[in-house]
């Protein structure tokens, strides 16, 4: 069954530096999206991204984030300047179409701030 | 209110019971209903889309009731597997999901 998968499944960065996390969505899907879960609490929605811009994001997607497709199949989300706070999951998601088409998640990647 | 409200549990039932979840939801507009199952520090993934006329998938039930703004998976004959966290996800807008903060369960021996 084909998988939406992400890299690094951890990275460990200083308070203040650049993060680029990866992700390959399902070849055939047009929609890709960033969460994230701090520890102990629920999956929050970040940003939707279709046809090579972003389509929604939320509060907490602010200046410090941005996300791109550099090619056909990587999705990338860059955090420029992290802080404390920015430590949780991070997952993305694909899905063939929008609304009543489900999205499925890549395995995630654990960000940790210091 | 919380945009999407569930009861956080745990649930801890012996094999073979059956267990009811509920959800509700604040907005009315909401377009489309899931249930994602999580195991510990996994990602979510999806166990069923809820349709109005309700749906079921082998020994899980889905019901929608769009007047109350409320959902429900029914577990029939419940697997030690099924341990694990269940969301309750809404469609809010075309792209965005929303998630309650799910509702753990523990199926024991």
């Known amino acids: 069954e084909p998988e939406v998968t992400q890299t690094p499944s951890h990275q460990v960065t200083q308070m203040g530096q650049e993060v680029i996390l990866r992700c390959v969505p399902i070849s055939n899907h047009l929609y890709f999206y960033w969460y994230r879960q701090i520890l102990g609490q629920k999956v929050e929605f970040l940003v939707s991204?279709?046809?090579?811009?972003?389509?929604?994001k939320s509060e907490i997607f602010d200046d410090q984030f941005s996300v791109e497709r550099p090619d056909g199949s990587n999705f990338t989300l860059k955090i420029r300047s992290t802080k404390l706070e920015d430590s949780a999951m991070y997952f993305c998601?694909?899905?063939?179409?929008?609304?009543?088409?489900?999205?499925?998640f890549g395995d995630g990647t654990r960000l940790s701030i210091l | 209110r919380k945009e999407v409200e569930q009861d956080p549990g745990p649930f801890n039932v012996p094999e073979g019971a059956t267990v009811a979840f509920n959800c509700t939801y604040s907005?009315?507009?909401?377009?489309?209903f899931f249930w994602y199952r999580q195991d510990c520090r996994k990602e979510p993934k999806l166990l069923m889309s809820v349709y109005s006329s309700g749906n079921e998938d082998g020994r899980f039930t889905a019901q929608l009731n769009r007047a109350s703004q409320y959902i429900s998976l029914l577990i029939r004959d419940s697997k030690l597997s099924d341990s694990a966290t269940y969301l309750c996800v809404v469609n809010y807008s075309s792209y965005k999901l929303i998630f309650g903060s799910g509702t753990r369960l523990l199926v024991r021996p």
């Open positions: 907005n009315s507009a909401s377009q489309s």
């Open positions: 998601a694909s899905s063939l179409g929008q609304g009543v088409q489900p999205q499925h």
């Open positions: 991204f279709y046809n090579n811009e972003i389509s929604e």
